[in-house]
């Protein structure tokens, strides 16, 4: 049965009402608890979910932008892969300990002789591929050097003189005495 009151209506109306009418009207009332407690955990839940999606949505973003930073630092490894040698790459992830191929310190002698010492040194602390100044002569201690005229070298030094301008052009001639034989003399 339908109530004949207003939800706002006064004690004087109240009396008035049937018993079956307050029935209802207690039904009514705790339907509305029971709505309003549910609507209450929805709310809750809701909060809860709501907060779980934006935690998620956070991760999300930083595990993208991890992924465009190892896809970025993948194509650079390829970039680099592609100008260095095998040895070199592995010497970027590992400083020390590493045995260089020929190739690797053949170029480092020629770096070093073109640049000095002191610059190729520095070099080196920037760029770690290559030897140190030190153990690019502890590498080379161990070769064999045949003593006399070094032709090539001679020719090599020809070409890049004739390059430089003319106040650069100074040769000097160096022997190690040591090396000189009677026979050669």
Known sequence: MQPTTTPGASLKDLKRLSSEELVSLVQQAKTLKDLAARDDKRTKVTAALFKRYKAMKTTNAVYRKKLRLADSNMNNLINVKSRLK??????????????????????????????????????????????????????????????????????AAKDDIALQPEGHRTCVISGDEMAIQEAEV
């Open 86 to 155: 095998k040895d070199q790459v592995t010497s970027l992830c590992r400083r020390r300990g590493m045995k260089r191929s020929p190739e690797t310190i053949r170029d480092a002698l020629v770096f070093k002789m073109k640049m000095g010492t002191r610059a190729y040194s520095d070099f080196v602390q920037k760029v770690p591929i290559y030897l140190s100044a030190r153990t690019l002569q502890k590498s080379v201690q161990h070769m064999k050097f045949e003593s006399g005229i070094q032709y090539d070298i001679l020719r």
